[in-house]
């Protein structure tokens, strides 16, 4: 879900440098530094494409977060701190916004800044702006996204339906600006809770986001704003009804955001936009659209310089040809994705890919085995998946371990997968995912000849009164 900027009614006015970054720098040179963090990166298995550049953009403060390639090259650099002891901001305020930035044209981005590959608009910060419109405050800005520990609470995120029909006034920058923090509160949610609590709440917000679009706007970079807000908008809302198993609603929005992308020109939302289609057709039993799909997102990407995109337009495709029981066809295209995905991250990555790496490319490898069949094999890359995964991404980690205990029930394990889903039992009071919930059901139905076998009987229990009370 590529985000785009979220960038300032006060273009003028300066980045805070980071002051932290610089003195950890001490007397070596940008250069030398930069060398540091490669050396550090090859330690850790990771690639990054750091050089005297990208140092002095997260210096002047350019670089507010870096990606996750990075944090992790700087936290093995610096045993014992956080991003913030680094003199970065905390990763929730950042999220979703950097996929779009200053000076460049459309198409491959800037090459040395993570956060920000893609478009020209400067960064935009939620406070700069005190003449923000009516339309701002009541459909993106009212309230606050708090979590419960067991549930979502309201979020700030609707829309009485009457300011959503009134006519809409010229757009500024400070509505484009509160469209895209939307779509990063929806994905930093996503993230963390799963699209169940969601969806219905994203509504409202989407169709006020068109109706700025539809409003138009007196700058050309406000209209462009405007459009890729509203595209990744529609896809954020159609992913958490993908998620939620809404499959008519999730193809309509992405329909939606396919077409804003190509009426705006916006090579990155439509790839985005074909990307998501490839999944939905996968997973909506439609293998051969899959497959479609996902070329024709790989042909739109090859223009945008990043490899990562292009390995996750692999498994989808490799998704496709699974459904469709070609699995040499899926072995080449998963083949395909790993020597993509080897090469490492780079700063073209777009920001909504900030949930792949590692832990995704073993998952959606399990997913195409556990589709052909091959259990086993599936089991092995459903575990590499949940033991890779990054703690704040609570629902994929909840995803892959219900992936692993459907594979380890359909291999003849049913011990092992009892643990697996117990453990996913214990993550639902935070995830709310139909996605998860199938799957489970499915490797319920699987063990119940087992319960006889060590915690098969615990975990066919705990599941029955989470069905019961849910």
Same mark, same amino acid.
């Given at each position: 879900?590529?985000?785009?900027?979220?960038?300032?009614?006060?273009?003028?006015?300066?980045?805070?440098?980071?002051?932290?970054?610089?003195?950890?720098?001490?007397?070596?040179?940008?250069?030398?530094?930069?060398?540091?963090?490669?050396?550090?990166?090859?330690?850790?298995?990771?690639?990054?494409?750091?050089?005297?550049?990208?140092?002095?953009?997260?210096?002047?403060?350019?670089?507010?977060?870096?990606?996750?390639?990075?944090?992790?090259?700087?936290?093995?650099?610096?045993?014992?701190?956080?991003?913030?002891?680094?003199?970065?901001?905390?990763?929730?305020?950042?999220?979703?916004?950097?996929?779009?930035?200053?000076?460049?044209?459309?198409?491959?981005?800037?090459?040395?800044?993570?956060?920000?590959?893609?478009?020209?608009?400067?960064?935009?910060?939620?406070?700069?702006?005190?003449?923000?419109?009516?339309?701002?405050?009541?459909?993106?800005?009212? /309230?606050?996204?708090?979590? #419960? @520990? *067991?549930? &979502?609470?309201?979020?700030?995120?609707? +829309? $009485? =339906?009457? !300011? %959503?029909?009134?006519?809409?006034?010229?757009?500024?920058?400070?509505?484009?600006?509160?469209?895209?923090?939307?779509?990063?509160?929806?994905?930093?949610?996503?993230?963390?809770?799963?699209?169940? /609590?969601?969806?219905?709440? #994203? @509504? *409202?917000? &989407?169709?006020?986001?068109?109706?700025? +679009? $539809? =409003?138009? !706007? %007196?700058?050309?970079?406000?209209?462009?704003?405007?459009?890729?807000?509203?595209?990744?908008?529609?896809?954020?809302?159609?992913?958490?009804?993908?998620?939620?198993?809404?499959?008519?609603?999730?193809?309509?929005?992405?329909?939606? @955001?396919?077409?804003?992308?190509?009426?705006?020109?916006?090579?990155?939302?439509? !790839?985005?936009?074909?990307?998501?289609?490839?999944?939905?057709?996968?997973?909506?039993?439609?293998?051969?659209?899959?497959?479609?799909?996902?070329?024709?997102?790989?042909?739109?990407?090859?223009?945008?310089?990043?490899?990562?995109?292009? @390995?996750?337009?692999?498994?989808?495709?490799?998704?496709?040809?699974?459904?469709?029981?070609?699995?040499?066809?899926?072995?080449?295209?998963?083949?395909?994705?790993?020597?993509?995905?080897?090469?490492?991250?780079?700063?073209?990555?777009?920001?909504?890919?900030?949930?792949?790496?590692?832990?995704?490319?073993?998952?959606?490898?399990?997913?195409?085995?556990?589709?052909?069949?091959?259990?086993?094999?599936?089991?092995?890359?459903?575990?590499?998946?949940?033991?890779?995964?990054?703690?704040?991404?609570?629902?994929?980690?909840?995803?892959?371990?219900?992936?692993?205990?459907?594979?380890?029930?359909?291999?003849?394990?049913?011990?092992?997968?009892?643990?697996?889903?117990?453990?996913?039992?214990?993550?639902?009071?935070?995830?709310?995912?139909?996605?998860?919930?199938?799957?489970?059901?499915?490797?319920?139905?699987?063990?119940?000849?087992?319960?006889?076998?060590?915690?098969?009987?615990?975990?066919?229990?705990?599941?029955?009164?989470?069905?019961?009370?849910?």
């Amino acid at each position: 879900m590529t985000s785009s900027t979220v960038a300032s009614g006060r273009p003028d006015r300066p980045a805070q440098p980071n002051l932290v970054f610089r003195r950890l720098r001490g007397k070596r040179s940008p250069a030398e530094f930069a060398a540091a963090v490669r050396r550090a990166a090859r330690e850790i298995g990771e690639r990054v494409s750091c050089d005297a550049r990208y140092i002095g953009r997260v210096e002047s403060g350019e670089i507010r977060c870096p990606n996750y390639a990075y944090e992790r090259v700087f936290l093995h650099m610096f045993p014992g701190r956080t991003l913030t002891d680094l003199g970065f901001a905390p990763r929730s305020s950042v999220r979703g916004r950097g996929a779009r930035t200053g000076g460049w044209t459309r198409g491959p981005g800037d090459p040395h800044d993570p956060n920000q590959p893609h478009h020209p608009h400067p960064t935009y910060r939620p406070h700069d702006n005190h003449e923000e419109s009516d339309v701002l405050r009541r459909a993106f800005m009212t /309230g606050g996204a708090t979590v #419960a @520990a *067991a549930s &979502l609470s309201p979020l700030g995120l609707a +829309l $009485d =339906a009457a !300011a %959503a029909q009134r006519p809409v006034r010229r757009a500024g920058a400070s509505d484009a600006g509160a469209l895209e923090e939307t779509v990063r509160r929806i994905r930093l949610l996503d993230d963390r809770h799963g699209a169940d /609590g969601l969806y219905r709440r #994203a @509504a *409202a917000p &989407l169709r006020a986001a068109y109706a700025l +679009l $539809d =409003a138009g !706007a %007196a700058r050309q970079t406000t209209t462009d704003r405007l459009a890729a807000g509203a595209g990744e908008l529609a896809l954020s809302v159609g992913w958490l009804a993908h998620d939620s198993g809404r499959f008519a609603d999730a193809r309509s929005h992405y329909a939606e @955001a396919l077409a804003t992308a190509r009426t705006a020109g916006d090579t990155a939302l439509e !790839a985005h936009a074909f990307c998501n289609t490839a999944f939905l057709a996968r997973d909506a039993g439609r293998p051969r659209e899959a497959v479609r799909a996902a070329q024709a997102a790989q042909r739109v990407a090859r223009s945008l310089g990043s490899d990562r995109l292009l @390995a996750l337009l692999a498994l989808r495709e490799a998704g496709g040809w699974a459904g469709l029981g070609d699995g040499a066809a899926c072995a080449q295209a998963l083949a395909r994705a790993r020597t993509l995905h080897e090469r490492g991250p780079c700063d073209a990555d777009p920001e909504w890919m900030s949930f792949y790496g590692d832990a995704e490319l073993e998952g959606l490898e399990a997913q195409c085995w556990s589709a052909l069949g091959a259990w086993r094999r599936a089991a092995r890359h459903a575990l590499r998946a949940a033991g890779a995964q990054d703690p704040h991404f609570t629902r994929n980690t909840a995803l892959y371990c219900a992936e692993l205990a459907d594979d380890l029930a359909r291999d003849g394990r049913p011990d092992e997968a009892a643990a697996a889903g117990g453990r996913v039992l214990g993550l639902l009071a935070e995830v709310q995912s139909s996605r998860v919930h199938t799957m489970l059901a499915g490797t319920a139905r699987v063990l119940l000849p087992h319960r006889r076998a060590p915690g098969v009987a615990e975990f066919l229990d705990r599941y029955a009164a989470l069905r019961r009370t849910g």
